[in-house]
């Protein structure tokens, strides 16, 4: 299969998650997929959700997520949920891509795993992919495409897509701050700040939903596939396992809480992970106002979203943080998240004092 240089590939699977290809191969075609030989077997990076591998078989090339092992907590890692959100926002939704199959047997590979056609194209991730460069209109044109993707997604008739069971419905904004707040308490480290005042403006000033939508839920430029012959425009959309109904404005605030831009702190773009900084991509409140002018949404105490999406990205370093001490992890690339955390704090307190709403 003829692919540009940047595409984005796998790599060697990982130690001790090797995949047996000829039990996929045999199961995938009891279900009446055709195949063509054996599978060459990769593996994307990352592995702290799902494990996902490239199964490229002469006549077609698959991808395939599991859980990783040892998985206790199915909710976590439901292959189910994460396969039926996908097949049934395929027809409505056409960057889903496309499913194959699910399967409950797990004695195939020792647990439930779904495949699914592969999206060929670009995928940026702390930078472009290597040979793609954009001049400041294609990097407008980028975020621009990017953004209207996320409002295509919440503007879905999710009752008609049949997908009324995803999630729970109004209520989101208050179930969400309750929810990463009991996480935080729980994560907390000695060296992490107690956080009570950011916790206790947020639970102050919880707004009731503007709407009810699909949600990603983790809306980054990592899970984004681009058109390796036009950059700038989305073909994909990437990692459902967060997928539920909530508030769109509270996942446009989780959004920005990873888009760095290029007048930002260094220690913010020290956390860079997706080329939002690059000269022509649009700042955090250009995103804000070009999505509430086309989704005809005012933007409310947009402070409220803006200091959720940074306490809810701090709660998720801290969880990490916290399994690093306490030796649940040795991957010493987490050796100084807590400092991330306590920024991310900081950061949502000078956010709060500059919206003039107190404590």
Not at 11 to 26: C, K, N, P, Q, W
Not at 110 to 125: K, N
Request: glycine share 8%; with cysteine.
């Amino acid at each position: 299969m003829t692919e540009t240089p940047s595409t984005d590939r796998a790599g060697s699977v990982r130690a001790g998650e090797e995949l047996d290809a000829a039990a996929v191969s045999h199961w995938l075609r009891a279900q009446g997929v055709t195949l063509d030989g054996e599978p060459t077997v990769t593996q994307f990076a990352g592995g702290a959700s799902n494990w996902t591998y490239r199964l490229e078989y002469a006549n077609r090339d698959l991808i395939l997520r599991r859980p990783p092992a040892g998985t206790k907590a199915k909710s976590a890692h439901d292959m189910n949920r994460e396969y039926a959100v996908q097949k049934a926002l395929k027809p409505v939704y056409p960057a889903v891509a496309n499913m194959v199959a699910l399967c409950h047997d797990e004695t195939v590979i020792g647990c439930e795993f779904y495949v699914m056609d592969r999206i060929a194209g670009l995928i940026p991730r702390r930078n472009l992919p290597a040979g793609v460069e954009l001049g400041p209109e294609q990097a407008r044109q980028l975020c621009v495409n990017v953004i209207d993707k996320l409002i295509e997604l919440h503007r879905v008739d999710w009752r008609a897509a049949g997908l009324d069971k995803l999630g729970k419905g109004q209520g989101y904004a208050k179930r969400q701050i309750d929810g990463w707040c009991d996480r935080w308490d729980k994560a907390r480290t000695w060296n992490v700040m107690p956080g009570r005042d950011v916790m206790r403006w947020l639970k102050a000033n919880t707004p009731d939903d503007v709407a009810t939508c699909v949600i990603h839920n983790d809306w980054r430029l990592d899970n984004i596939v681009f058109d390796a012959r036009d950059p700038t425009q989305v073909i994909g959309v990437l990692d459902w396992e967060m997928a539920t109904l909530g508030d769109p404005l509270m996942e446009l605030g989780t959004t920005l809480a990873y888009w760095a831009q290029a007048d930002d702190d260094r220690f913010i773009l020290s956390m860079r992970r997706q080329p939002t900084h690059l000269p022509g991509m649009l700042t955090r409140r250009e995103i804000v106002e070009y999505y509430c002018d086309k989704m005809n949404l005012g933007p409310g105490n947009w402070a409220f979203y803006e200091v959720y999406g940074l306490f809810r990205l701090a709660v998720i370093i801290q969880q990490i943080y916290y399994r690093y001490h306490h030796k649940q992890t040795r991957n010493p690339a987490f050796r100084q998240f807590w400092l991330l955390a306590n920024y991310l704090i900081w950061r949502s307190r000078k956010l709060i004092k500059q919206s003039g709403r107190g404590n």
